[in-house]
């Protein structure tokens, strides 16, 4: 295991990713295959991934993210890799700690010796533990890696905020689930973003961003964000927009409105790399999906998105 070591993959500005992937799409989705509602088996994930990383559209895949417990399921899955010290045959991986710091150690335990590179951690806070205690105890366990906090959606936001900008680590914002209550609306996300571009704390996100474009879903009537309006909402904070600019933004439905202010965001290597280094990636189950609806709005080449196949 190599833990956060040189030639990291993840990209969070304006790269030459080369004609498949603009650079505002580099290193935007990390591998969520193994959680809801993608739920798929470790043992298809793990080559899955591989897939995608050899894939013509490769610059936009971020690690694979595995929680805490499903890591010593790991080891046979990766027996068969041919050289350990080739980064090309290595895994990326971001491990999650739901449970809180308390996790870490034994996480990075689980896959010391593995053919892995350990890009991030996600650690959650844990409904009963003050922001300062938490902090301390993160500082304990945590090694030399990027560290994404779950950021509560309760009184201890503000805080742990503050506390991340002091001590360098990042946000994460859980965006939705598989109940109408885990969506935050518009304006608590809009909010959410503008705190943390202020205070100079990237994020990412994670769950319930299955599309590019704010809707409701069919099935379920839940109101979900798109990610391309995160984007927009990410560069919006970077310029000085306020919270209920944002909002304004994350809630705008116009498929055609968002692509071509992402194309002209695009456009603007500047800006691109302002924007992503705000908003650096965000989790999905599916790799092909975003980059089909990439495509259909035009904002990466039909054919990257064909190169998908049907591979989740």
């Known amino acids: ?62 690690p694979l993210i595995l929680a805490a417990p499903a890591l010593d399921a790991l080891p046979p899955l990766l027996a068969d890799v041919p050289d350990a010290g080739d980064p090309g045959e290595r895994l990326d991986l971001s491990i999650t700690a739901p449970a809180g710091p308390a996790q870490v150690p034994g ?8 053919p892995v ?43 742990i905020i503050a506390m991340l900008a002091d001590r360098g680590h990042r946000a994460k ?55 391309l309006n995160l984007l927009l909402a990410a560069d919006a904070a970077a310029d000085g927009a306020g919270a209920a600019d944002l909002a304004e933004l994350l809630a705008d439905r116009d498929g055609a409105a968002v692509a071509e202010r992402v194309a002209a965001l695009g456009a603007d290597a500047e800006r691109t790399a302002a924007a992503r280094a705000r908003f650096v990636s965000f989790g999905t189950c599916s790799i092909t999906d975003p980059l089909t609806e990439l495509a259909e709005l035009g ?8 190169s998908g196949g049907t591979t989740a």
């Open 299 to 306: 904002l990466v080449p039909a054919a990257t998105a064909q």
């Open 117 to 159: 590179d350990v890009r991030a951690l996600e650690v959650a806070v844990p409904p009963d533990l003050a922001p300062a205690a938490f902090l301390d105890a993160l500082e304990r366990v945590h090694q030399d890696v990027p560290v994404y906090v779950e950021v509560p959606r309760d009184e201890r936001r503000p805080e």
């Open 107 to 114: 996480a990075l335990s689980a896959v010391a010796g593995l």
């Open 173 to 227: 914002f859980r965006t939705g689930g598989i109940k109408a209550d885990l969506y935050p609306d518009p304006a608590e996300l809009g909010a959410a973003v503008a705190a943390v571009v202020r205070a100079g704390v990237p994020f990412k996100a994670t769950a319930g961003l299955h599309h590019a474009i704010r809707n409701t879903d069919p099935e379920t009537g839940f109101d979900q964000h798109g990610f």
């Open 1 to 62: 295991m190599d833990v956060g070591r040189p030639g990291a993959r993840l990209m969070t500005g304006a790269h030459d990713t080369g004609a498949a992937v603009p650079a505002f799409a580099a290193g935007l989705c990390d591998d969520a295959a193994v959680f809801p509602p993608g739920l798929m088996p470790l043992p298809d994930a793990v080559p899955a991934h591989r897939r995608h990383r050899a894939a013509p559209y490769a610059a936009m895949v971020g």
